[in-house]
């Protein structure tokens, strides 16, 4: 039987059902929030649908433990003052919410027109997102926060694995540490890229769990680079934006690539 929205919807209830929690359902945009103890999760059923499509149960098994993580993670009350060693940044699309639903403003810094840098404490499977009440309460400039952030992020393992498509060199980093994307802010790493690319450094941050950096030497290389983005960025559960980068002198710059063609796999 073909998997349809409503019955993700009725599935993922059933798997997430739990005393003190709710459901609703947005018709209107195939979405399912779950609420528990004031905080909430809103999952895209299309977005899911397409990983379950390729994934199987697998993919219901990752969306239960994420909004169960993340449900236990904002209802606790980490202290900032004692946490600055667990401290991380994460990407966010220009659009994810400058605010908790109480109103309190999270830390965020200017990455680009695209994505947002919030910062947030680790608490091994899930963290917990780090307000500007929270950094006033334990004492610590945005400065400090950031400084430790970039540390942290900065010493993280990169892997990486590569894909070559008519000439064009992909490589994509997946630790699924949570921290991927954010693993463009290593300024040091992206300049080891940069020095081995022979033509145009592109890169691609279309959820939180993967980062693609691409080197592009033909125009299929640029549909490639489209249409993957498009396919990750759908399929994520926290997407981020589906417009690559140019990279050039330390700066990204987004950039519209009108796919012309499917690519061969």
Not at 107 to 116: D, I, K, N
């Amino acid at each position: 039987m073909k998997m349809t929205t409503l019955l993700m919807k009725t599935k993922l209830e059933q798997l997430l059902q739990k005393q003190n929690r709710s459901f609703s359902f947005n018709r209107e945009k195939d979405q399912l929030t779950v609420r528990e103890n004031g905080g909430q999760i809103t999952l895209s059923l299309p977005q899911i649908i397409a990983r379950y499509e390729e994934e199987g149960e697998n993919a219901v098994t990752k969306i239960s433990y994420y909004v169960n993580e993340g449900l236990r993670a904002s209802s606790a009350k980490p202290n900032l003052s004692k946490s600055l060693s667990a401290v991380f940044p994460v990407i966010r699309a220009s659009s994810f919410p400058k605010q908790t639903k109480a109103g309190e403003t999270f830390l965020t810094s200017e990455h680009t027109a695209e994505t947002t840098i919030y910062y947030v404490i680790d608490q091994g499977q899930s963290y917990h997102f780090i307000t500007e009440t929270m950094r006033e309460q334990a004492g610590f400039t945005q400065e400090q926060i950031e400084q430790a952030a970039l540390k942290h992020v900065n010493v993280l393992p990169v892997i990486l694995n590569e894909d070559t498509v008519s000439q064009n060199r992909f490589y994509f980093l997946r630790a699924n540490d949570g921290y991927d994307a954010s693993r463009v802010l290593n300024l040091e790493f992206l300049a080891e890229m940069r020095a081995k690319i022979n033509g145009e450094m592109v890169l691609s941050i279309p959820h939180q769990d993967v980062l693609i950096i691409a080197d592009i030497q033909n125009e299929t290389g640029y549909d490639v680079m489209a249409h993957m983005t498009m396919k990750f960025f759908a399929e994520g559960l926290v997407p981020v934006t589906s417009l690559p980068f140019v990279y050039n002198d330390g700066k990204l710059e987004p950039i519209f690539i009108m796919a012309k063609n499917q690519p061969k796999e």
